[in-house]
């Protein structure tokens, strides 16, 4: 049975940092992609980075680029999210989610909708006070 289980969520002010952790199972991790997705209230859930299923390759969305950093450890089948210089505009909840059909970072980068992934975790809140 498939399970993603976000943690490390917390309140921060801005610009500081926070790492936030997907521990899976139930799936191998190094034959699937990955991705980290978003939510603020009213807002529509957005990618914010992803693993490559193609090539293995890190990608990101325009608003987090050079402050987040997506990466796994197949050992411990856990994927991170490193988020430095936090703003305000981070603020959401924060979902990590696999597709077994296609590749997480079609709905990341590429407008595909997030909604097809196939599996999420309940996600964890990030706070960004200004």
């Known amino acids: 049975q498939v399970h993603l289980v976000e943690s490390g969520g917390d309140l921060v002010q801005s610009g500081g940092s926070l790492r936030l952790s997907c521990r899976t199972s139930g799936f191998n991790l190094d034959l699937f992609g990955i991705g980290w997705f978003r939510q603020a209230p009213g807002k529509e859930r957005e990618g914010v980075s992803c693993?490559?299923?193609?090539?293995?390759?890190?990608q990101y969305a325009d608003s987090v680029k050079g402050r987040f950093t997506i990466s796994r450890d197949i050992a411990s089948r856990t994927v991170y999210l490193q988020m430095n210089n936090l703003k305000p505009e981070d603020t959401a909840v924060y979902y990590c989610a696999t597709d077994f059909g296609g590749d997480p970072c079609d709905s990341v980068v590429r407008g595909m909708s997030v909604y097809r992934m196939d599996y999420w975790g309940r996600g964890t809140q990030v706070t960004v006070s200004p």
């Open positions: 693993i490559s299923s193609r090539d293995r390759s890190t």
